[in-house]
């Protein structure tokens, strides 16, 4: 089989993992692939490179796809998300000066109590701003911390602003004063623990356990002539990323990701996020959270076509567009067609629907497959809301 190149942009987060491990491992060279993986600055460097041509897939934020379907933020290619490559992994980390009014006031950073994190937040701030870091305007950061502080209910309407700060630079923004806190992927919110610019307040599964974080997203128009080359690169990454699902490769993942290319970090620290031990303060202190982030159990990789129904509505009414429009045009964003027939062939399970309630699974449980035996894990919400996807949603979710 000649092997073909095909470009790739990313960001230097722990969620690329995929991509790079394929590229590293030789999961790509099996597939017949070589994978030039581009570094890029933002993630409005990442979506424009994809939608303009000048790569062929891309490592991107679950709810840019969802956003061009819906014309939203200036770019008018179709994009579609043809599979998830990571499940959560973000933290929401909080300044020096925010952390010491909230430990005074007796708040543990418990990171089990997203209610009480809130209210003390609120607290700690005496009534000013807070200023909140988010990677991208459609990002599941910035989906994320509006959930939570809207659900939360101590904050007023004007009392948080959220401003778009590339991920790499989250932790020089706290450190400057120009943000007062930041939800962001690792190893950028380790990085500021680390430097001691910051302490990590919540991991993003304390708000929503299953969060779709990065997909794997390509031209919709390359999707469909070239369906052998994506099929290829789907079943690449799709078996890097089974391989990172095995706490035995975890040690070699962490080593390979430090490396200068890709993201020029020391390996413990990016350790930590695949091990689910965070260290959240300069002082060492250290808080367990299970499945932190999760590249392939519980068909992690599969892309629900409710999760960018939920996306496609909150979009929606932030920009004044009819919800049930937007949830079906999401729908279309995520193809869980492609990965079906991309996968199959490697025998994946693949779950019999492509939507389900999302927020309603509150302990691993046993869902109908095409073939085998599917364990999907828990993805509640952290108020006890559900979403689901076949009913008309008239208010804000």
Not at 65 to 86: C, E, Q
Not at 142 to 165: C, H, N
Not at 191 to 200: I, K, L, P, R, S
Request: charged share 20%; hydrophobic share 45%.
């Amino acid at each position: 089989m000649k092997t073909v190149t095909l470009s790739v942009a990313y960001i230097p987060l722990v969620d690329a993992a995929p991509l790079i491990v394929a590229q590293e491992m030789g999961f790509a060279e099996a597939e017949g692939l070589s994978l030039d993986l581009i570094r890029a600055p933002s993630w409005s460097s990442v979506r424009d490179m994809l939608s303009f041509g000048r790569v062929d897939a891309a490592h991107i934020l679950s709810p840019v796809p969802v956003a061009v379907s819906l014309g939203l933020g200036g770019a008018a290619t179709p994009l579609s998300a043809v599979m998830v490559l990571s499940v959560n992994g973000s933290s929401i980390c909080v300044n020096k000066t925010l952390a010491t009014s909230m430990r005074e006031a007796g708040f543990a950073f418990g990171f089990d109590y997203p209610f009480a994190a809130g209210k003390a937040l609120a607290a700690a701030s005496g009534g000013k701003p807070i200023r909140f870091g988010v990677p991208f305007p459609f990002s599941m950061h910035f989906e994320l911390v509006r959930y939570w502080l809207d659900a939360v209910g101590a904050f007023q309407p004007d009392s948080i602003t959220i401003r778009t700060i590339p991920p790499a630079m989250m932790s020089d923004a706290l450190a400057a004063g120009d943000i007062d806190a930041f939800c962001v992927g690792e190893p950028w919110g380790s990085m500021a623990v680390e430097n001691g610019f910051g302490e990590m307040l919540l991991p993003s599964t304390a708000i929503w356990k299953r969060a779709p974080e990065k997909v794997l997203a390509v031209r919709t128009d390359w999707a469909e002539t070239e369906p052998h080359l994506l099929g290829r690169l789907m079943r690449a990454v799709w078996s890097a990323a089974r391989w990172l699902g095995d706490p035995e490769s975890l040690i070699t993942a962490a080593e390979i990701l430090s490396r200068r290319p890709y993201l020029d970090v020391p390996a413990d620290i990016i350790d930590r996020s695949l091990g689910g031990v965070m260290t959240i303060s300069d002082k060492g202190e250290q808080r367990r959270v299970p499945a932190f982030i999760d590249f392939f159990n519980g068909a992690a990789n599969f892309p629900w076509r409710s999760q960018a129904a939920w996306i496609g509505e909150r979009l929606a009414r932030r920009a004044s567009l009819d919800p049930a429009f937007a949830a079906q045009n999401a729908r279309q964003a995520f193809r869980s067609d492609l990965y079906r027939s991309a996968l199959k062939p490697l025998g994946a399970l693949l779950p019999a629907a492509s939507e389900k309630v999302e927020g309603a699974i509150l302990e691993r449980t046993p869902a109908a497959a095409e073939t085998g035996r599917l364990f999907l894990e828990p993805d509640g919400f952290f108020d006890g809301q559900t979403y689901d996807p076949s009913a008309q949603h008239t208010e804000k979710q």
